[in-house]
């Protein structure tokens, strides 16, 4: 299955020197451990390469919005005569 998948999100990093040493140490405990190697048991054949794009979503849902209304105006269009195939 193919398609768009859109992510909205926000993250408000701290700045450096917001934590003190021993603060830092407690995040060390709670978090998980940081990884290694960010690919390290990752097969990577298993992966798909994807690009991240920047979107307006108000746009986007516009967008989608005009062409669901467009698919419903070719519906109500195909109200015409039926035509059946011929039995052999």
Known sequence: MKGNLYIQYQVDFPETGTFSPEQCKQLEIVLPPKPMNQTAGVN????EE???FDVNMEEEMKRKQQQAEAYDEDEDD???????????
């Open 50 to 52: 994807t690009i991240l």
């Open 44 to 47: 990577l054949d298993e992966c």
């Open 78 to 88: 195909m109200g015409g005569q039926r035509v059946q195939c011929a039995q052999q």
